[in-house]
């Protein structure tokens, strides 16, 4: 049976994101209704509901040559192929995603695409598979799958355009504010100061919203990845080694190109990796998970993709 700590954490998780993008598109709707009434607000509301179905987003190769990513072969990482089908299948894809390399030195991964019609991608940079285990890839491989598995691509995608249709519908509103209120002047007539406070903060509150929404998928994959790996430790050791590679790199730089202060994490689309650790530690102790967990497989084994 599930962690109940991990099934609370998960439902908070899957509840915030739901409230978020309800706020973003409630946002979109009170813009649309300053800038044309009730039956403008009415029109965005409906094409909120098309604009889901329809869903533009950016097509995976064009994301893959932006980054000039190649494809990762099997028998180029064959272990890793091994752990990919194992969580896969743990998570009920109907399609393996396909893998693909980064050529770049920093420890980082990304997923673009769906499940629907084989779409779905993990890129993996060189410098994580050279800084990482096959344990603790493996952790974030895990938290990959999460996303395709819970379709956050596909509702990021969804969040960014309605917070770039926010911006949009704000901006044009206040062009027309700024045209019209010689008018309003002279007429004598009043202007609402919450409508006006709304449409010059409306871009900025859809951007936040997107960013804390990121931040809730970020966290309902972890839950998830610990769920398919039987332990949180594999994921867990991965953000840990990342932190610690990113500390070690500022002190690396030249004082002045290092921040004094570290950004706040609301600006932030991932959550404080200290948060995340502690979270993910949470639920394990003291309690039985199902199945033998997939790390077992995995102990200490020490990737060797330096030939990539």
């Not at 070690?248 to 202060?261: A, D, E, G, Q």
């Amino acid at each position: 049976m599930m962690l109940p700590r991990l099934r609370q954490y998960r439902l908070m998780a899957n509840l915030q994101s739901m409230l978020l993008v309800l706020s973003l598109a409630g946002l979109l709707a009170m813009v649309g209704y300053l800038l044309g009434g009730t039956s403008f607000a009415l029109g965005a509301t409906i094409g909120v509901g098309l604009l889901y179905l329809v869903n533009p987003r950016v097509a995976p190769w064009l994301m893959l040559k932006s980054f000039r990513a190649r494809p990762l072969r099997v028998e180029q990482a064959p272990r890793l192929y091994q752990a990919l089908d194992t969580l896969a299948a743990r998570a009920g894809l109907a399609h393996r995603p396909r893998l693909y390399l980064l050529p770049h030195a920093a420890p980082s991964a990304f997923t673009t695409g769906t499940e629907a019609g084989a779409q779905a991608v993990i890129a993996l940079s060189k410098g994580l598979l050279q800084t990482l285990s096959l344990r603790e890839v493996t952790g974030v491989l895990a938290h990959e799958i999460s996303h395709i598995r819970h379709q956050d691509t596909r509702i990021m995608g969804f969040a960014h355009t309605l917070a770039q249709m926010t911006g949009l519908v704000a901006v044009v509103g206040q062009l027309l504010l700024i045209i019209s209120l010689p008018f309003w002047l002279l007429a004598d007539g009043g202007v609402s100061v919450v409508g006006l406070i709304l449409l010059i903060l409306a871009p900025e509150l859809s951007v936040l919203l997107q960013l804390a929404l990121s931040r809730a998928r970020e966290y309902s994959a972890d839950m998830s990845a610990a769920e398919l790996l039987g332990s949180p430790a594999p994921l867990a050791d991965a953000l840990y080694r990342l932190e610690q590679h990113t500390r070690n790199h500022k002190r690396r730089l030249p004082w002045f190109l290092v921040p004094r202060r570290e950004p706040l994490h609301w600006l932030n689309t991932h959550p404080p990796t200290e948060e995340r650790i502690r979270r993910l530690m949470q639920t394990a102790p003291g309690h039985t998970w199902n199945g033998a967990p997939l790390e077992a497989a995995l102990l200490h084994w020490r990737s060797g993709f330096q030939d990539l």
